[in-house]
């Protein structure tokens, strides 16, 4: 996408947000109603049109020579039990690495690397820590188990997602798309962060990945609705999310080169895949004959994942956005260092509690 189109559906984005701030009962349920039908066109023309572009597009594969062999060195991939990040698991065990799974259900997990060995996957080695990122009290027990097995950590992969689930709250009281998207892994990012201090001592810079969406090109912020209760649609919550992710890893990426860090942060759009996350989607599931030859594979989408973590072509330039294995430009607010400040801030005001001294 061209930073024009970015910026035409940004517009949009924030369209929406102006036409649905009201006080009167009434019309919090009539813009309510409006915020939910044109989110959803938003995020829909986007998807088609990237859609469009990957479906006419070659795909850029990885390729396991310009990578190298990675033993020794330590990933650590949330949500690698199924979908594209079982994908990614498997070409980072190809590559030699260490890497630990943060799933919900660690019986999957350990199921998966079976799978794989069964299927062939001989190198590397992994485990299976549990991970609820509905909950801020297991991504920090997370971290603490996970800093206690590695005191370095070289590639942090933040996978996990959910999409277009109706309004829930967390454990924690936060709506689902922010915490389990975007706050939970912010969260799990700075809990490791010495470890990642650590992976990036050698002769690489250690890596932060963000598996963000196209939908972040229809995504906004609103600082004084960060929980998006005011006209709550499930689709602009997902393009909001998403764009959070893109927001705060240029944050990131930007603050630990100030800081002199050597940790790089990146975010993607894997690809329009096809997972379970487009279950909640009914007209897609009526049409999945289609959408088996029009979506990538979790494979094809593991490819840009994996080229963020691992290729020797982006060592030294983080804080950027990639899709296809390739440098696009990012929606145009991800780019604007007041939203990053204000964002980063805001984000470490509601974990401060949280964060271990």
Same mark, same amino acid.
């Given at each position: 996408?061209?930073?024009?189109?970015?910026?035409?559906?940004?517009?949009?984005?924030?369209?929406?947000?102006?036409?649905?701030?009201?006080?009167?009962?009434?019309?919090?349920?009539?813009?309510?109603?409006?915020?939910?039908?044109?989110?959803?066109?938003?995020?829909?023309?986007?998807?088609?049109?990237?859609?469009?572009?990957?479906?006419?597009?070659?795909?850029?594969?990885?390729?396991?020579?310009?990578?190298?062999?990675?033993?020794?060195? @330590?990933? /650590?991939?949330?949500?690698?039990?199924? #979908?594209?990040?079982?994908?990614?698991?498997?070409?980072? *065990? &190809?590559? !030699?690495?260490?890497?630990?799974?943060?799933?919900?259900?660690?019986?999957?997990?350990?199921?998966?690397?079976?799978?794989?060995?069964?299927?062939?996957?001989?190198?590397?080695?992994?485990?299976?820590?549990?991970?609820?990122?509905?909950?801020?009290?297991?991504?920090?027990?997370?971290?603490?188990?996970?800093?206690?097995?590695?005191?370095?950590?070289?590639?942090?992969?933040?996978?996990?997602?959910?999409?277009?689930?109706?309004?829930?709250?967390?454990?924690?009281?936060?709506?689902?798309?922010?915490?389990?998207?975007?706050?939970?892994?912010?969260?799990?990012?700075?809990?490791?962060?010495?470890?990642?201090?650590?992976?990036?001592?050698?002769?690489?810079?250690?890596?932060? @990945?963000? /598996?963000?969406?196209?939908?972040?090109? #229809?995504?906004?912020?609103?600082?004084?609705?960060?929980? *998006? &209760?005011? !006209?709550?649609?499930?689709?602009?919550?997902?393009?909001?999310?998403?764009?959070?992710?893109?927001?705060?890893?240029?944050?990131?990426?930007?603050?630990?080169?100030?800081?002199?860090?050597?940790?790089?942060?990146?975010?993607?759009?894997?690809?329009?895949?096809?997972?379970?996350?487009?279950?909640?989607?009914?007209?897609?599931?009526?049409?999945?004959?289609?959408?088996?030859?029009?979506?990538?594979?979790?494979?094809?989408?593991?490819?840009?994942?994996?080229?963020?973590?691992?290729?020797?072509?982006?060592?030294?330039?983080?804080?950027?956005?990639?899709?296809?294995?390739?440098?696009?430009?990012?929606?145009?607010?991800?780019?604007?260092?007041?939203?990053?400040?204000?964002?980063?801030?805001?984000?470490?005001?509601?974990?401060?509690?949280?964060?271990?001294?």
């Amino acid at each position: 996408m061209s930073a024009t189109g970015g910026n035409e559906t940004s517009l949009l984005s924030r369209f929406i947000h102006k036409m649905t701030k009201t006080t009167d009962e009434g019309g919090y349920r009539s813009s309510s109603f409006l915020k939910l039908i044109w989110s959803w066109i938003v995020v829909h023309v986007i998807a088609f049109k990237f859609n469009t572009i990957e479906f006419l597009t070659r795909h850029r594969e990885l390729s396991p020579d310009s990578v190298g062999n990675r033993a020794g060195d @330590v990933a /650590v991939v949330t949500g690698g039990a199924r #979908g594209i990040g079982l994908e990614v698991v498997r070409k980072l *065990l &190809k590559c !030699g690495m260490h890497v630990i799974i943060g799933c919900r259900n660690v019986s999957a997990g350990t199921q998966l690397i079976d799978r794989l060995r069964a299927e062939g996957t001989t190198t590397g080695t992994a485990e299976a820590i549990a991970l609820d990122l509905m909950s801020l009290e297991s991504v920090k027990k997370f971290a603490r188990e996970v800093n206690s097995k590695t005191d370095k950590i070289n590639i942090l992969i933040n996978n996990a997602g959910i999409m277009f689930v109706p309004y829930t709250e967390t454990v924690d009281g936060y709506e689902s798309h922010f915490q389990v998207n975007f706050l939970s892994h912010f969260f799990l990012a700075r809990l490791l962060h010495q470890g990642l201090v650590n992976g990036g001592k050698g002769k690489r810079n250690s890596r932060i @990945v963000n /598996v963000s969406s196209c939908a972040s090109f #229809g995504g906004h912020v609103d600082f004084s609705d960060l929980q *998006l &209760k005011r !006209g709550y649609s499930r689709f602009d919550a997902y393009m909001v999310t998403k764009f959070l992710q893109v927001l705060a890893s240029n944050a990131t990426d930007r603050k630990h080169q100030e800081e002199g860090a050597p940790i790089r942060s990146y975010s993607l759009h894997p690809g329009i895949i096809q997972t379970e996350l487009y279950d909640g989607v009914a007209w897609l599931r009526m049409l999945k004959f289609m959408t088996v030859r029009m979506f990538k594979s979790p494979a094809k989408g593991a490819d840009t994942v994996c080229y963020a973590a691992l290729s020797p072509d982006i060592e030294n330039e983080g804080g950027i956005f990639l899709a296809n294995s390739q440098k696009i430009p990012p929606n145009p607010l991800a780019d604007d260092v007041q939203l990053q400040n204000q964002l980063w801030d805001i984000t470490i005001d509601l974990l401060e509690h949280k964060v271990e001294k």
